[in-house]
C-alpha cells in the first residue's frame, strides 16, 4: 500500500519590477510593497500635492520621466499609514535591535 506524498506549499511569489525610465521610486515601492499601488501618475499627483504652486516642480524630473526625490516616497507611504525611518550609519544601533 502506497502513500500519496504529502503536499508541500509552493514557496511564496516574489512581485518584483524592472526598472524603467527614472522611475526608480515607483518601482522601489511597488516591489517593497509586494504588488503594484503606484504609477507614474499617482507619483506625479503627489509632487502636485507637495509643490501646488510650483511651476516646475522640484520634486521630480524636468522632462517628466521619473527621478521623484524621497519627498515622494515619504509621502506615499504615509498615505498608506507606512513610514520610512532615516537612519544615520554613523550612529549606534539601539540595543533592542
Request: charged share 25%; aromatic share 6%.
Amino acid at each position: 500500500m502506497s502513500q500519496a506524498p504529502e503536499a508541500r506549499p509552493s514557496p511564496p511569489s516574489v512581485y518584483h519590477e524592472r526598472q524603467r525610465l527614472e522611475l526608480c521610486a515607483v518601482h522601489a515601492l511597488n516591489n517593497v510593497l509586494q504588488e503594484q499601488l503606484f504609477s507614474q501618475e499617482a507619483a506625479d499627483e503627489i509632487c502636485k500635492r507637495l509643490a501646488p504652486d510650483s511651476r516646475l516642480n522640484p520634486h521630480r524630473s524636468l522632462l517628466g520621466t521619473g527621478n521623484y526625490d524621497v519627498n515622494v516616497i515619504m509621502a506615499a507611504l504615509q498615505g498608506l499609514g507606512l513610514a520610512a525611518v532615516w537612519w544615520d550609519r554613523r550612529r549606534r544601533l539601539p540595543r533592542h535591535i
